[in-house]
């Protein structure tokens, strides 16, 4: 009678009804404009990701694309092969380029529209409900 998918299900249920009254006061973590520590931990994020992390990972694409250029032009002067391997690198940091742009744009518009692009949250996180009041 006991098969695999209670075995799957009852821990699950079980762990979801034990962390029910941690999320039900979870509300009452963030008591201060700023979402609290959770707040800061975003805006940590976003810091790191728009000043190290995207210029890192551009410079890193340009170096694989200047090195496709020196392997294409320079060192495959008449090796074919070489000269597919330094086109194949171009194209590949060509589409680093473009996609870690558009990930850097995506970041950006998410820190915007949540009010994190100035460096503190806009609108207040709501404690008290106030049914009634």
Known sequence: MFNLK????????????????LVSFAQGIATDET???????????LLFVNSTLIPFI??????????????????????????EQGKSLM?????GFVLIIIFWGIVNLIADSTGFSDGEAVGRVP??????S
């Open 6 to 21: 209670n075995k799957v299900y009852v821990p699950a249920l079980s762990l979801s009804i034990l962390m029910l009254p």
């Open 35 to 45: 979402a609290g520590d959770f707040g800061v931990l975003l805006l940590n994020i």
């Open 58 to 83: 551009l410079g890193i694409g340009f170096l694989v694309f200047v090195w496709g250029m020196f392997r294409y032009f320079i060192a495959g002067g008449a090796n074919d092969e070489a000269k």
């Open 91 to 95: 194209v590949y940091a060509t589409l």
């Open 127 to 132: 404690n008290d409900v106030g049914f009634g």
